[in-house]
């Protein structure tokens, strides 16, 4: 491709100062999916449409059983890949802690390790018919007192009274497991939810805040938060099977919400699990995107969708076992039309296996929750399959019709008080002596990576590690081509020019993929000495545009300045006008983060891409080919590990790299108990084959600088 802006003709003004109502605005101001600050969600979902229909063609072929066994293998083996494998088995060390003697059933407080100090809180309700019993593991929603909280109490309780051993267990950021408590004060409720009162004094975040910092910290190390989620689960289902009391292979899982999604992936890996019954979480990945938006961390496995891994998929890999897709009718969350997708496609799976029969769908006309139409149905389903016996289950009756707000609310209130179900000293695992945290875990297997990848780097030549760093961040960066020619510049167009005094703006867009435009403002002075800088700021290209900043010292110095912006970054800022979840701590665009890291993408690689391309742009900008420009590159903030990557990438691109706020690396913020709008500079993987240091060495150290470096605060 070729350049629309040749060498234009450049005006000049003697103004001593441009007016203050210049309008230095570049893409215009259009509507709907047009819109500067949805022109990079609209690919993104172009790109999961594409996805999700290759996947859909791919699952409409399958015919013979045998082609199914070979489709769930493949999902199997790639979801077990991105969570970054499963640790070893230790011992469980487990320990009752207290009893309850409940109307109809009884109740043990206990405690096992999932890993080495690494205390899980559970609740196992017991039924008061002679043992041995079948069990059930029941995960965790999004509630923040976990397993103590109403709904999870009712649904194991009602599952005791019939027969049914029932395990609830706390998730890692929720009940007594937070992994990120303030010992410096006490709170009653959360600050970014005043409302909501918190379970212990010193808890400080939302649980979905929680998982989605523990997430990020996990992508570093190609893992994912899941793999805590998920091992957790399975450890509980070792300590039930390790019981003389319990059914070792009768085991079911039942879980809401967050709860279904963890009900979901253990039912998928675990091939112990006999009866499942996911509830308020299933639905199709295409109507997921289109109403809520990506959730939080663990919800989002790295490239499923690249790969073809939706939802459904959590049923087909454990076909033909059985399974109950518990819905709401009234889901605000996960859409019901997408539900029956994701049911309609399972029915076809295990009617290819010979057991259509196995896989039904329970639709409650009821919003989001585990309300009492969830749990009898999740009671009954287990009856059948865990006992041999398929009758009905009341937990109320006759159940009041309709329901109003205050009976329902009587329905969802647990037996037991918080503190009665506590199963620590102190009501919280990190208070216990010894006890570690997800972050001293994951700095500890950070602190092993780089052990371990210290040799291989050395011993790397300058273009493997290149190679590699292009595989990891999954974009090729260059100015140049493989045979040392100049790359063909992305097509530009200028659409309008300011001038000021001495200089002359020019408004830059630069089309770097079809669908998506990237604005830069091109300061030109009236007589360019051949030196070009390649000015990122990661707040806006306006942020150091004002007459007398920054960018104009440079100019004034014969420079001609292009002050670009990356994707997502500036005018094409997504999230506005949307209630985002999260986004006082991980940013805005948040849900974009994770709807490139579903489609194996990074915010770091599409903006290395961006350097790259505005690079090759400004090289040859207003001169002529035989007479490239001396090239330096400024980054601040976000800008700044995207274009460390592109530097590294093409080490004679630019004569100097100044990099302004930037992490000192990711080993830092993988161990940080807290950080703030980190989601965009995480690469999935990365620290599996090198740290931002390493990149600096391969950029070269005697051209680079790091200013002022930051925390993973920001700070």
Not at 44 to 62: M, N, S, T, V
Not at 132 to 160: E, F, N, T, Y
């Amino acid at each position: 491709m070729k350049y629309v802006l040749a060498l234009l003709p450049v005006c000049f003004v003697t103004a001593a100062v441009a007016s203050a109502a210049e309008d230095i605005r570049v893409l215009p101001a259009l509507q709907g999916d047009q819109a500067p600050g949805a022109l990079l969600e609209v690919y993104l979902k172009q790109q999961a449409y594409a996805a999700i229909e290759r996947r859909k063609g791919a699952f409409d072929k399958l015919k013979s059983q045998a082609e199914c066994r070979t489709w769930q293998q493949a999902r199997r083996e790639f979801f077990l890949q991105q969570l970054g494998g499963l640790p070893e088995r230790t011992p469980l060390n487990a320990r009752v802690v207290g009893r309850l003697k409940g109307e109809g059933y009884r109740l043990e407080k206990l405690m096992f390790e999932s890993r080495p100090d690494f205390h899980v809180t559970a609740n196992l309700y017991l039924p008061v018919t002679p043992a041995p019993w079948p069990a059930v593991i029941v995960p965790c929603g999004h509630s923040h007192d976990g397993k103590m909280s109403g709904g999870h109490q009712r649904l194991c309780s009602l599952l005791a009274r019939h027969g049914m051993a029932a395990m609830c267990y706390d998730p890692i950021g929720q009940g007594e497991r937070y992994q990120m408590l303030d010992l410096t004060r006490e709170r009653t409720a959360f600050e970014d939810a005043p409302h909501v009162p918190v379970p212990h004094p010193n808890v400080r975040c939302l649980c979905t805040d929680e998982h989605t910092t523990i997430g990020l910290s996990s992508m570093l190390l190609g893992s994912n938060v899941a793999q805590y989620r998920i091992w957790d689960g399975m450890r509980a289902i070792d300590y039930l099977q390790s019981r003389k009391d319990i059914l070792a292979d009768k085991i079911g899982c039942a879980g809401n919400s967050g709860g279904g999604t963890l009900t979901a992936y253990l039912m998928a890996l675990d091939d112990r699990i006999v009866a499942a019954a996911p509830t308020c979480y299933l639905t199709s990945f295409r109507r997921l995107i289109d109403t809520a938006g990506p959730q939080d961390a663990e919800q989002n496995i790295h490239g499923q969708l690249e790969f073809g891994l939706d939802e459904a998929d959590y049923l087909t890999m454990r076909a033909p076992r059985p399974t109950l897709i518990c819905a709401g009718t009234r889901d605000a969350t996960f859409d019901i039309s997408g539900t029956w997708e994701v049911f309609r496609e399972a029915k076809r799976f295990y009617s290819r296996l010979g057991h259509a029969e196995r896989v039904e769908m329970h639709e409650a006309d009821a919003p989001h929750g585990l309300g009492i139409q969830q749990r009898e149905a999740i009671a009954r389903w287990m009856h059948r399959w865990l006992l041999g016996a398929d009758k009905p289950i009341h937990e109320v009756q006759p159940l009041p019709d309709p329901l109003t707000d205050e009976q329902a609310r009587l329905l969802n209130k647990g037996d037991w008080t918080p503190q009665e179900l506590q199963c620590t000293p102190s009501g919280q695992v990190l208070l216990m002596e010894g006890e570690r945290s997800v972050f001293q875990i994951n700095a500890e297997i950070a602190a092993q990576l780089k052990m371990n990848r210290a040799d291989a780097w050395k011993q790397r030549s300058t273009d493997e590690k290149r190679q590699l760093v292009r595989e990891t961040i999954g974009v090729s960066l260059s100015s140049s081509s493989a045979n040392g020619k100049a790359a063909s510049a992305p097509p530009i167009e200028i659409v309008g020019s300011i001038p000021r005094d001495g200089y002359v703006i020019q408004k830059v867009v630069l089309t770097p993929v079809p669908g998506l435009r990237l604005p830069a403002l091109a300061f030109v002075p009236q007589a360019p000495r051949g030196v070009a800088t390649l000015y990122l700021h990661g707040t806006s290209m306006q942020a150091d545009a004002a007459p007398g900043g920054r960018i104009e010292t440079l100019v004034k110095q014969g420079q001609i300045v292009l002050a670009a912006e990356l994707s997502g970054i500036g005018e094409t800022e997504t999230g506005h006008g949307k209630n985002v979840w999260g986004r006082v701590h991980f940013g805005q665009d948040i849900q974009e983060v994770f709807l490139a890291y579903l489609l194996g993408r990074s915010y770091v690689g599409m903006r290395a891409a961006d350097v790259a391309c505005w690079a090759s742009v400004l090289k040859n900008f207003q001169t002529t080919a035989d007479k490239p420009h001396e090239l330096h590159l400024v980054a601040i903030g976000e800008a700044a590990i995207p274009a460390l990557h592109a530097a590294a990438l093409d080490r004679d691109g630019f004569r100097t790299v100044a990099l302004h706020g930037m992490l000192r690396s990711w080993e830092e913020l993988v161990g940080a108990t807290a950080s703030h709008n980190q989601a965009v500079n995480v690469q999935h993987g990365a620290l599996l084959h090198y740290d931002l240091p390493d990149l600096i060495e391969l950029a070269g150290v005697a051209k680079v600088r790091v200013v002022n470096p930051v925390n993973p605060l920001g700070k």
